[in-house]
């Protein structure tokens, strides 16, 4: 059985169902095992690459392992690509699971589990992995659109710290019948309005629906030619947030050219402050993605009538 330092502060991915699951996960673990309430922080991921991390142990979850993290006394679990193993840290790594799932299994080890558990984090992972074959893919997607649709810290209020109510719980009967009529119409309507930010990456417009399910089912489709579809989101406290997905592993290295991060089809990317409005996005995408070439190089003129090669 695995040890652990108490945290100062556990600290997870703030815009989706696992980082809410895995950070309220580890919470509980930390209460179990130290009988006290750590904070509990949630960050997007620009936002979180400029916090100053200061706490001398902390407990990181499904936020991607870097070289400020290689800290002793940090816990980071996660589940995105990495570029160095850890010296410090202790990294709990598995591409192939979510977060989720991989707090969940050391929650397990100290005798934290419960059906109700179970279920939700299995769901948890089917959906943050995209596990379109599976037969819960469907449900999976309406808890993380709960997620997103009523936001972490309203979530983290509705359910009083108990995660388990999560489960079944009556405002997925909202996601569901809001899938059932809008997708169909934010499929079609999203369909006509795909437009170029690169020779790569297309902008599709949503006006209503799943974004997430309309992009998987233009990319599945090939309804476009592009490998790498975006969409963004306005956001009155982050700015705009933009979304990427792809089915070849190409969306995360134009998420990390936009200084965001994530999955190899599956990233995104909050753009700079000054950008605050969708058709600013647009503009300012086409020419991240799209540098002006540089300059042939200018041989002196002095040195031309001297006869001189630079």
Same mark, same amino acid.
């Given at each position: ?52 991390? @200061?706490?001398?142990?902390? =407990?990181?979850? &499904?936020?991607?392992? *870097?070289? #400020? /993290?290689? %800290? ?75 997620? @997103?649709?009523?936001?972490? =810290?309203?979530? &983290?209020?509705?359910? *009083?710290? #108990? /995660?388990? %109510? ?145």
């Amino acid at each position: 059985m695995e040890t652990f330092s108490r945290p100062d502060v556990i600290l997870t991915h703030e815009s989706d169902l696992d980082g809410f699951v895995s950070g309220h996960l580890l919470k509980d673990l930390a209460r179990h095992l130290f009988g006290l309430e750590v904070r509990l922080e949630a960050w997007n991921t620009q936002a979180w690459r400029q916090r100053p991390l @200061k706490e001398r142990a902390a =407990w990181v979850s &499904d936020l991607a392992f *870097d070289a #400020r /993290l290689d %800290r002793a006394d940090w816990l980071v679990v996660d589940h995105h690509p990495y570029d160095a193993p850890p010296k410090s840290a202790r990294l709990v790594h598995d591409a192939a699971k979510s977060a989720s799932l991989l707090c969940y299994e050391l929650c397990q080890q100290h005798g934290l589990r419960s059906p109700e558990l179970d279920r939700l984090v299995a769901l948890t992972d089917i959906g943050d992995l995209f596990r379109e074959s599976d037969p819960d893919f469907q449900v999976a997607q309406d808890y993380a659109s709960l997620a @997103k649709t009523y936001s972490f =810290w309203n979530l &983290d209020r509705l359910l *009083d710290g #108990r /995660l388990e %109510r999560l489960l079944d719980h009556p405002l997925l009967k909202v996601v569901r019948v809001r899938r059932e009529v809008e997708d169909p119409i934010g499929l079609e309507w999203s369909r006509s309005r795909i437009h170029a930010l690169s020779a790569e990456v297309g902008y599709v417009e949503i006006a209503v629906g799943n974004s997430n399910l309309i992009v998987n089912e233009l990319l599945k489709t090939a309804a476009t030619p592009y490998p790498v579809l975006l969409t963004l989101i306005k956001r009155s406290a982050s700015g705009v947030v933009a979304s990427l997905r792809s089915r070849e592993g190409r969306a995360l290295p134009i998420a990390l050219r936009l200084q965001g991060g994530g999955h190899p089809n599956a990233a995104g990317a909050t753009l700079p402050r000054s950008v605050q409005t969708l058709p600013d996005a647009v503009t300012y995408l086409r020419q991240v993605l799209n540098p002006a070439p540089a300059a042939p190089a200018r041989s002196s003129p002095r040195a031309g009538a001297l006869g001189l090669e630079l």
